[in-house]
């Protein structure tokens, strides 16, 4: 078992341009959340899938953010038209089918917008 | 709103000693509370879950306390070594994710 694995692990961009994350869980597992994890603070929720389903998505989501999981296996979450104040880390995780409270997290994704 | 405070914001302890790290939560209606330590560019690890209807929770020299009524969480670590370093965030269970508390950064001194 390879864990969660999230590709890249650092990405610097110029503000305006547009970035893609993947994240690939952990084989078999149903559940998929996306966090993000500013300086100082802990993880905030963006969003969750279950297979493919989008099921539920913070507030924090702005329009410029957009999350996938076409066939319930890895997930990619698109930041459109990026802002100094997305710098942050991004962080995945997944959890087993029947066991939702397990949640294996990813080594993140880093991103710096200059 | 769930909110999730933890005190104190940075800790730094000579090895061996015993530590108490504590955790509040706003609303008591939560469905389980975990403890998850973090090491610098790394994932988090989970450490502890604690349900709803359990008070307590042990793994080798970790403690999790779990009082709802008070909205509060303790995670105690015996004989402290420097490999426990590292930040230690508490989350509580808020529907279907996470809400998770801006951490507790330990140090242990050797």
């Known amino acids: 078992d390879t864990g969660v694995s999230q590709d890249p692990r650092h990405k610097i961009t110029k503000r305006g341009q547009n970035v893609t994350f993947r994240c690939d869980p952990i084989?078999?597992?149903?559940?998929l959340y996306w966090y993000r994890q500013t300086l100082g603070q802990g993880p905030e929720f963006l969003t969750y899938?279950?297979?493919?389903?989008?099921?539920?998505k913070s507030r924090l989501l702005s329009d410029r953010f957009s999350a996938e999981r076409p066939k319930g296996s890895f997930s990619t979450l698109e930041i459109q038209r990026t802002e100094q104040g997305d710098s942050a880390m991004y962080l995945c995780?997944?959890?087993?089918?029947?066991?939702?409270?397990?949640?294996?997290f990813g080594p993140g994704t880093r991103l710096t917008v200059t | 709103k769930q909110e999730v405070t933890q005190i104190p914001a940075a800790l730094s302890v000579p090895e061996g000693e015993n530590l108490v790290l504590n955790c509040s939560f706003t609303d008591s209606a939560i469905y389980n509370l975990q403890w998850f330590r973090q090491d610098p560019g790394k994932g988090l690890t989970s450490l502890l879950l604690?349900?709803?209807?359990?008070r307590e929770q042990t793994s080798g020299r970790l403690n999790a306390s779990l009082d709802k009524s008070s909205g509060r969480s303790t995670l105690y670590i015996a004989a402290s070594q420097p490999g426990d370093s590292a930040t230690y965030l508490c989350?509580?269970?808020?529907?279907?994710?996470?809400?998770f508390g801006a951490g507790t950064i330990l140090r242990v001194k050797s």
């Open positions: 604690i349900q709803s209807s359990q």
């Open positions: 899938f279950q297979n493919e389903a989008q099921l539920e």
């Open positions: 995780a997944s959890s087993p089918p029947g066991h939702p409270y397990e949640q294996y």
């Open positions: 989350a509580v269970w808020d529907g279907n994710k996470l809400v």
């Open positions: 084989s078999e597992h149903n559940r």
